[in-house]
């Protein structure tokens, strides 16, 4: 729920009201706003969408004397067991809205303790009137994002960038250190952003500034905890079943606390399946949603049985090539390029969801705890033939090299063809694999483009950006845990939260929509991160443990389907008009040329690769170039806009 943004250190007339204009879609039930007194200067506001106490909840929310406000974006779901702990230590609540805890455990413990005992999805300003200073602070999992600039005494904040750019004393400026991140992951990861001088707090941070010296500090409160391997002792696998069933409801009973109706997003996989289930469990009355693209590749007519068979209201929406006309303002909504194509499937969800809820549940997080990608399995695969045979793999990526690539397709859940650029990928994770450390490796495997080919692509300009050093090496404090959790663990640094979750939470919000997501609950990922890897990865069976609990549920056909990764197939939208005009005007010669990033005819070359094989892999490094051309030409050169001009 809601949009957050403010500011210290300057003043500005009429700068919050065009701060909460930028992005009132995250709230657009109402507004508030708070000037600290006796001269401070420090200014924050918030738009609101109102779920829980929706007559009583309007914030900024205070303390019993009024020296502590906050404004509060997200979820608290465990707000009523911290109302009745500091209820019994004194405190006094004026309403039932899950933001007022947050004063009051701050009040009672810190920051650090206050965020150490919330469970939930949140961003939030938090200002100390007593200590003329301000928090910053941001869930474990980086559900809600949260955006800052720090200048020259100045300081600025928003859950989303277009706010900040309403300031004369932030620029629109490219961040070309972060090309090479985008190039290679499809996505920036934080704390940088791909404009320059805007920053993303990290998740599992808060950020403290003191308004005397305009000095700020971050700190981190929270990261998943690893086992030592020399050390581990491990429960039965029957009683890590049963822990999973009880603490899974429990989370999903928290997520659905709201004074709203509440449905989901329902795929064919297992993750949504089983939270759809759990729902049932509470509430005979669930709307569910799916989306598909009338292509091969279509999850629709699976959703539709686990629906039928749950008793569900289901809805199905379908993306067709006219949606691609949606991407440019789907891109001013996700304030930076992501580049996939699918951000288009996630608006046109959550538009149709928006239609009848303001919350939804959803999947994401199960893969990331339970090692449902395929590519987990491919490199703990790889990593136990090194450790039986050195060199090995050096040995089976000329193997690979020699092998038709169709036959890669078998070790990969993924619906479209890999390709010869698919295999060239794969070969060369294999050939460098003992080189470099589990990050670099989990990096090469997923990568559109090699470092050679990032390095060809660019303009002479550019082409000392293709390296790899911006890429982080693993925590060496990490390396004595089990070698399926290190991997595991390296996702919530950068891919769930950069990648995964930040593309639902713009989208959703766009329509003013609250997504969440009981597989992020902290105390299930903790879970996970006790469990010995056969329970994640068995016999080549993703996510075990938790099919193990849909076989409670479900007929095995529904339990045990095959993980389809949710694609939006751009192969079948080649042809069509929409996608073709749209890369004739973001990729033309000239456009390319213009822009400075890129060789316009290695770029044209690309493009005729696309056409004429239709491999997934030349597909994807398309729609990356479109999405940031699309991004410059919205929040650079203003081109294209909406809102308040952007």
């Known amino acids: 729920m809601c949009g957050i943004y403010g500011f210290a250190g300057f003043n500005e007339d009429g700068l919050l009201h065009r701060m909460g204009k930028a992005i009132v879609h995250r709230g657009p ?250 729902m049932m469990k509470y509430s005979s009355n669930i709307n569910t949603y799916s989306i598909g693209f009338d292509s091969p590749v279509d999850e629709t007519p699976a959703a539709r049985e686990t629906a039928k068979f749950l008793g569900t209201k289901h809805h199905e929406i379908i993306c067709r090539p006219e949606d691609f006309d949606l991407l440019p303002e789907i891109v001013w909504h996700m304030d930076r390029p992501v580049g996939d194509a699918l951000l288009i499937a996630f608006y046109k969800l959550a538009q149709g969801a928006a239609k009848d809820l303001k919350v939804v549940l959803g999947g994401e997080g199960a893969d990331e705890a339970f090692a449902g990608y395929s590519f987990q399995g491919v490199i703990c695969k790889v990593e136990k033939m090194r450790r039986l045979i050195p060199g090995i793999t050096s040995l089976a990526s000329l193997g690979v090299a020699a092998l038709p690539h169709k036959l890669l397709n078998k070790f990969f859940t993924f619906p479209a063809d890999l390709g010869s650029q698919g295999k060239k990928r794969v070969v060369e994770f294999l050939r460098l694999y003992r080189r470099r450390d589990l990050n670099h490796n989990f990096n090469a495997l997923r990568t559109l483009w090699s470092q050679d080919e990032r390095r060809d692509i660019y303009a002479d300009s550019l082409k000392t950006q293709a390296r790899e050093d911006w890429m982080a090496n693993e925590n060496e404090k990490d390396k004595d845990g089990p070698f399926l959790d290190r991997l595991l663990k390296l996702q919530y640094g950068e891919w769930l939260q950069d990648w995964a979750l930040i593309r639902q939470d713009k989208n959703t919000m766009a329509h003013s929509l609250e997504y969440r997501l009981p597989y992020l609950d902290h105390r299930l990922i903790e879970l996970a991160f006790t469990m010995p890897a056969h329970l994640k990865i068995n016999q080549g069976t993703d996510k075990y443990i938790e099919r193990k609990l849909a076989d409670k549920i479900f007929p095995p056909h529904i339990a045990r389907r095959t993980k389809i990764p949710f694609y939006l197939p751009v192969e079948y939208f080649l042809d069509q008009p929409q996608f073709k005009n749209l890369v004739a005007d973001t990729l033309n010669e000239e456009a390319i040329r213009k822009r400075g990033y890129f060789d316009p005819k290695k770029v044209t070359s690309l493009l005729l690769r696309m056409r004429t094989t239709r491999e997934f892999v030349f597909c994807k490094q398309v729609v990356s170039l479109l999405i940031l051309e699309l991004w410059h030409r919205v929040f650079v050169d203003r081109t294209i806009r909406f809102g308040l001009g952007y």
């Open 29 to 278: 039930d109402g507004e508030g706003s708070y000037m600290a007194p006796n001269g401070a200067a420090f200014h924050m506001g918030v738009q609101r969408l109102s779920i829980i106490d929706l007559q009583g909840g309007w914030q900024p929310i205070y303390n019993e004397d009024q020296s502590i406000a906050i404004c509060y974006n997200g979820e608290t779901y465990n707000y009523l067991e911290l109302r009745e702990q500091l209820e019994k230590k004194g405190h006094q609540f004026r309403t039932h809205s899950d933001t007022e805890a947050i004063v009051h455990a701050y009040e009672e413990w810190g920051i650090e303790g206050a965020l150490r005992r919330m469970n939930g999805m949140f961003a939030f300003c938090l200002y100390d009137g007593n200590k003329q200073e301000f928090y910053l602070g941001r869930d474990r999992c980086g559900q809600k994002p949260l955006y800052y600039h720090h200048a020259n005494g100045r300081f600025l904040f928003a859950s989303e960038v277009k706010a900040l750019l309403q300031s004369r004393h932030v620029n629109a400026e490219p961040n070309l250190a972060a090309i090479d991140p985008y190039l290679t992951l499809r996505n920036v990861p934080e704390p940088q952003t791909m404009f320059k001088r805007i920053f993303k707090l990290s998740v599992g941070h808060f950020l403290r500034y003191r308004l005397s010296d305009a000095s700020l500090s971050i700190h981190r409160y929270w990261e998943v905890p690893l086992l030592d391997v020399r050390t581990a002792k491990y429960k039965s696998d029957a009683e890590y079943l049963e822990a999973l069933e009880s603490l899974f409801y429990d989370c999903v009973k928290l997520c659905m606390r709201s004074d709203v109706p509440v449905g989901a997003y329902l795929s064919s996989g297992v993750d949504s399946s089983l939270t759809v289930a759990a």
